[in-house]
């Protein structure tokens, strides 16, 4: 038990994790006046863990961010009642790791292949850098600025194709080969036409077969990731310099079309994702998000849309999933994150945010943290290039915070991704990699 002096209030607290720190089933009298470093220290020397590993509190699904005395009385709570107490490892604070310097402005950063990172930039460029900060190749893939860019699962290290959108009205595959980093090469081997207006994202599914590409003509488009033997695709009409411009970039390209086209948005489509689960589960289901204040669920097989989140005078600008694939995080115009369940019915009317994180300015992008020890923690970033990590149980504040490009000029965050404890961070001051949360170090 504690020890406090007999003047000192104190509570009933009963702890509870989810994580391996797991402590007695006991009951413990705290002070009032602890806050959540005294909590961590209690539960350290009642494990008592070789190394110090400092914990976070939530009382009834809020982080404790005061004293517990001020939590009760904010809540009402008298004396008497036993508190159940939750804790989980805190998010270390963020730090710097390495500079990606970029010419033009960054619309995407990957994090997704070990010993890499993938940039798209509005100079219609793709870079790939390694962890080193050695920049290995330079892929012109577009005529005009390029606005995502991911990697296809299923890749080999040092071998590994890569899909891109652009404001040029398409998509495209680029085989990049890094297996001799004295001679990188890039190959262009398909191009990706259907959309009449700027594409603004493209997203793969979790076994790598097909895409999705969404774009400002409101339509979503689904294509299979393979290469065909020719043009599936007349070359368009057009200004003849046009064409020539967008041939010397897809030199060799194969001219594909979708297997799919998903017509509902009646706006911009900003993000669309596969839904999460197995392979074939996911890969049957699909969401987006656009600027008519929409999230979307799509059965892709028959092509059809199944459900429609409806927010009042809320643009969504980018879309995520939970690690479970039962919530939506939309990031809009309005200056937050909504958090949506996916597995409500379907209303005409309004749909109710589960919860709705609030930032100081536009949040551009989010992106959800994977593994089972961040499964409840995402990343934000937003135009007063900030980027936020969250934690769902808690929503009130950001859990850290950090300023992209500080003392460099700053500017807006454009893209955040998150995996291995790395957070790529892109926008108008290029590319930065922080270390947040743990994960593999660099």
Request: with cysteine.
């Amino acid at each position: 038990m504690a020890s406090t002096s007999a003047s000192e209030p104190t509570h009933p607290v009963v702890f509870t994790t989810q994580t391996a720190y797991l402590l007695p089933s006991q009951k413990f009298m705290i002070p009032a006046s602890w806050k959540r470093y005294q909590l961590s220290q209690l539960v350290n020397k009642a494990l008592s863990l070789p190394q110090p590993v400092p914990f976070e509190f939530l009382v009834q699904g809020e982080i404790l961010r005061g004293t517990l005395a001020e939590w009760c009385a904010e809540k009402g709570i008298g004396e008497e009642e036993t508190l159940e107490v939750e804790y989980f490892e805190s998010v270390m604070p963020p730090q710097r790791m390495s500079s990606l310097p970029h010419e033009d402005w960054v619309s995407s950063v990957s994090c997704q292949l070990p010993g890499y990172f993938l940039t798209a930039s509005y100079d219609g460029a793709l870079r790939i850098f390694d962890y080193s900060q050695n920049l290995l190749q330079t892929v012109p893939a577009h005529s005009a600025p390029a606005t995502a860019a991911c990697i296809v699962p299923g890749s080999s290290p040092d071998s590994f194709l890569v899909a891109s959108a652009s404001h040029d009205l398409t998509a495209r595959l680029t085989r990049v080969d890094v297996s001799d980093p004295a001679q990188p090469h890039a190959t262009a081997v398909a191009s990706l036409h259907l959309h009449t207006a700027p594409v603004s994202s493209v997203a793969v599914a979790a076994g790598g077969s097909h895409m999705l590409t969404a774009s400002w003509d409101g339509l979503v488009g689904v294509w299979d990731t393979s290469v065909p033997d020719a043009d599936e695709v007349p070359l368009e009409e057009g200004a003849a310099g046009d064409r020539k411009k967008r041939r010397r970039v897809a030199e060799g390209a194969r001219r594909k079309g979708p297997v799919g086209v998903l017509k509902s948005h009646t706006g911009r489509v900003s993000r669309a994702v596969f839904g999460r689960g197995a392979e074939g589960e996911a890969g049957r289901r699909a969401y987006s998000a656009g600027m008519d204040s929409t999230v979307r669920t799509w059965d892709v097989e028959n092509g059809v849309c199944t459900g429609t989140i409806t927010a009042a005078n809320k643009p969504f600008l980018d879309l995520a999933l939970t690690q479970t694939g039962t919530s939506a995080l939309a990031a809009s115009t309005d200056r937050t994150v909504a958090q949506y369940d996916l597995r409500a019915a379907p209303s005409s009317a309004s749909t109710a945010a589960v919860a709705s994180l609030a930032h100081p300015a536009t949040p551009s992008c989010v992106a959800v943290a994977e593994g089972s020890a961040h499964e409840h923690q995402v990343a934000t970033g937003a135009y007063d290039g900030v980027v936020r990590v969250w934690d769902l149980r808690s929503t009130k504040g950001a859990v850290a915070s950090f300023r992209a490009w500080e003392g460099k000029g700053g500017g807006k965050v454009l893209s955040v991704d998150w995996a291995r404890g790395l957070v790529g961070v892109g926008g108008e001051g290029g590319v930065e990699v922080w270390k947040v949360g743990e994960g593999e170090r660099v």
